[in-house]
């Protein structure tokens, strides 16, 4: 079965500064990835997705993510953090046959003025 | 209003009590799922449904249940609480009659389940 792995559960960064949340997959043949967000008290919300194509794909928020097929990592990218940006992330996959999506326990993001 | 409703929001109940929450969509969705998160073990599929007639065990069904009862509406019981069961439960759903079918998923508010 799929997995998914979000190796840090906190990441701290200063507003205006590039942020990084790391995610690395496992799943038989090929992958669909998913980033998803959480804020206090509500569902997740959808991102971005990787189904195929360009290796860097672009969603909400000023956010974007880059596959690497090589390293099995989709990790999501943002060029300058806002406080806003305070929630927790959490990584997705699914291959292209199951509709099992499984997501990664979830990293922490804050983002301090 | 919400596209995916979840009732109760919150609810507290004893050991041994039968529990029943409730998910309902406006999205027309053809697929919906249950999720349970607990912190540090991010969300774990219960159970989904990809239509009426069509039910299917996740990662940890043990001690749950579900009910299709309409295309718009999935419900999550457990027959008989214990407080391990105490978690965050999310609905979800997602349209596979899309031309890409890419699973993205639609998620509900949540409902907080503690059992004491």
């Known amino acids: 079965a799929q997995s998914v792995a979000q190796p840090e559960d906190q990441v701290n960064v200063a507003e205006g500064n590039p942020l990084t949340v790391k995610c690395t997959y496992s799943?038989?043949?090929?992958?669909?990835l998913f980033w998803y967000v959480q804020y206090p008290n509500r569902g997740l919300q959808f991102l971005l997705k990787y189904i195929t194509g360009d290796n860097l794909v672009k969603g909400s928020y000023g956010f974007e993510a880059e596959f690497n097929k090589s390293q099995t990592s989709f990790h999501l990218k943002k060029p300058s953090a806002l406080v806003s940006d305070s929630a927790l992330y959490f990584c997705?996959?699914?291959?292209?046959?199951?509709?099992?999506?499984?997501f990664g326990a979830g990293t922490r993001l804050t983002v301090k003025p | 209003d919400a596209d995916v409703t979840q009732t109760p929001r919150n609810r507290i109940t004893k050991t041994g009590k039968r529990i029943m929450l409730e998910c309902s969509q406006t999205?027309?969705?053809?697929?919906m799922y249950w999720y349970r998160q607990d912190p540090g073990l991010g969300l774990r599929l219960i159970y989904y449904?990809?239509?009426?007639?069509?039910?299917n065990k996740g990662e940890i069904s043990d001690g749950y249940s579900v009910s299709r009862q309409a295309q718009a509406k999935f419900s999550l019981s457990l027959e008989s609480a214990i407080p391990n069961q105490t978690a965050l439960y999310f609905c979800?759903?997602?349209?596979?009659?899309?031309?890409?079918?890419?699973?993205?998923?639609?998620f509900g508010e949540g409902s907080r389940l503690t059992v004491l």
């Open positions: 999205k027309g969705h053809d697929r």
């Open positions: 449904s990809f239509d009426v007639k069509d039910i």
């Open positions: 979800a759903t997602s349209d596979t009659r899309d031309r890409v079918n890419t699973g993205e998923l639609f």
């Open positions: 997705a996959v699914r291959d292209m046959y199951n509709n099992d999506m499984r």
């Open positions: 799943v038989s043949g090929n992958p669909y």
